[in-house]
């Protein structure tokens, strides 16, 4: 059994969040609390604030109001009395090796070979040792199916095994959260499951995950929890079950024939 420690590693908690793009308001107020190893996948329509939302809880986006916490820790800011003040740059990338992040493009550096796109977090953000970072890469890479490539560069990858090589970056930081940003969106579709594969075996591991995905079936699947966002609010949230059978809300009844 997990002792209390690991228990409390990966809670995510989002109050009051709001997020706007010069006139748009993209996040009007969004609560969310997220337990930690919980498996959450966000759904909704184009431009309902899927992707804003998740590069808040990174502070990849900077919020207007409100606050995000991962066990306890504000995100980006430090309050002061009833104020909060925004962190230094080298505080908040502290804060981000907690949190991966696996992109739509995923963002691999085409200089490096896989190996090395897997190792180069670990060195410069832990300062691990070149020997350790490069063991546990293989292994991560082992866990993707592509162990057999770590020589090659990313442009003579797939673009399914370019993403699960970012998949094995995000994990060489052993975040505490996981966030998936549309993995599967810029794949072909013969590619997509077997991204899906690796997405769903480690949704078995115990890491608290937060997706953005088009993927019904595999939202189904993977998830414990879907949530439901339509023109920045969150509108309906719960097991696959509910949502997918019972949604009450009838933005989501009409996306959900639409796709179901």
Avoid: C, W
Wanted: glycine share 8%; aromatic share 4%.
């Amino acid at each position: 059994m997990s002792g209390p420690a690991t228990l409390s590693r990966g809670q995510v908690a989002l109050h009051s969040v709001h997020k706007r793009f010069g006139d748009v308001e993209v996040l009007k107020g969004i609560d969310l609390q997220i337990e930690p190893g919980e498996v959450v996948v966000i759904l909704g329509p184009s431009g309902s604030g899927k992707s804003t939302l998740l590069r808040t809880i990174n502070h990849l986006e900077k919020l207007d109001r409100g606050s995000v916490e991962i066990d306890g820790e504000l995100i980006g800011y430090r309050r002061r009395g009833d104020a909060l003040h925004e962190l230094p740059e080298r505080e908040v990338l502290r804060q981000r090796t907690q949190i991966g992040m696996v992109f739509q493009n995923f963002n691999l550096f085409p200089h490096l070979s896989v190996l090395e796109n897997v190792i180069e977090a670990p060195r410069a953000a832990l300062r691990q040792q070149k020997a350790a970072a490069t063991e546990k890469a293989l292994d991560l890479l082992e866990r993707v199916g592509l162990r057999h490539r770590a020589n090659s560069y990313p442009r003579q990858l797939s673009g399914g095994q370019q993403q699960r090589v970012a998949i094995a970056r995000a994990l060489a930081l052993e975040p505490k959260v996981l966030l998936f940003d549309e993995p599967t969106s810029a794949l072909d579709p013969e590619l997509v499951t077997e991204v899906l594969d690796v997405i769903k075996n480690l949704a078995k591991s115990g890491t608290t995950m937060i997706i953005v995905s088009h993927e019904i079936g595999f939202a189904r699947e993977v998830a414990d929890r879907i949530v439901f966002l339509d023109a920045g609010q969150l509108i309906e949230q719960g097991s696959p079950e509910h949502v997918f059978s019972s949604a009450a809300h009838p933005r989501a009844q009409a996306f959900l024939a639409k796709v179901l």
